[in-house]
Each structure stands twice: as C-alpha cells, then as structure tokens.
C-alpha cells in the first residue's frame, strides 16, 4: 500500500514539476484534489488485493475441513458395527 501511494504522490510532484514548464500551476486544492484521488485508488487496489488474499485463504481453510470431515466420514463407514 505504501509504495502505491508513494507512487501516486511521485506521479503527482512529476506531474507538477513539469506544469512549472511554462504551463500553468495547479491551485492547492487541485492538488490536495489530485493526492486524494491518487490516494483512493490506491486504497481501492490494496483492498481489493486483501480481499482476494482473504477469500483465497478462506476458501482452502473450508475445503480442508470438508476433505477432513469425509475422510472421518468414509472411516467411520467402513468400521463394522458391532451388535449387542
């Protein structure tokens, strides 16, 4: 998350650097604009990338639970019953 942001913020001062070229400057609330823009996009990717992490991790914890439970299932069938 951090070096996406840090990404963001060195695509912002570049992009300012080069408007000092002649063009014209941004105003302090286009830039505080430009960084959180920057920065919500950026939080959108790193939470969406925890989320996948999330789901993926999720997903083989509930699936090795289910193949041990059939496994107990399948030993449990295959031991006699013994009758009284």
């Known amino acids: 998350m951090k070096k996406t942001v840090l990404g963001i913020l060195a695509g912002a001062v570049l992009a300012l650097s080069m408007a000092s070229c002649g063009e014209k400057l941004l105003t302090p609330e286009q830039v505080q ?9 950026g939080k959108a990717a790193v ?20 193949l041990m439970l059939d ?6 069938a295959a031991e006699p019953v013994l009758s009284k």
Do not use: P
């Not at 604009?33 to 996009?41: D, H, L, P, Q, W």
């Not at 996948?52 to 289910?66: I, P, Y």
């Open 33 to 41: 604009a430009e960084i959180t823009a920057g920065f919500e996009a």
């Open 47 to 66: 939470e969406a990338d925890v989320n996948s992490k999330c789901d993926a991790e999720f997903e083989t914890r509930v699936t090795e639970k289910v």
């Open 71 to 76: 496994q107990a299932a399948q030993e449990a």
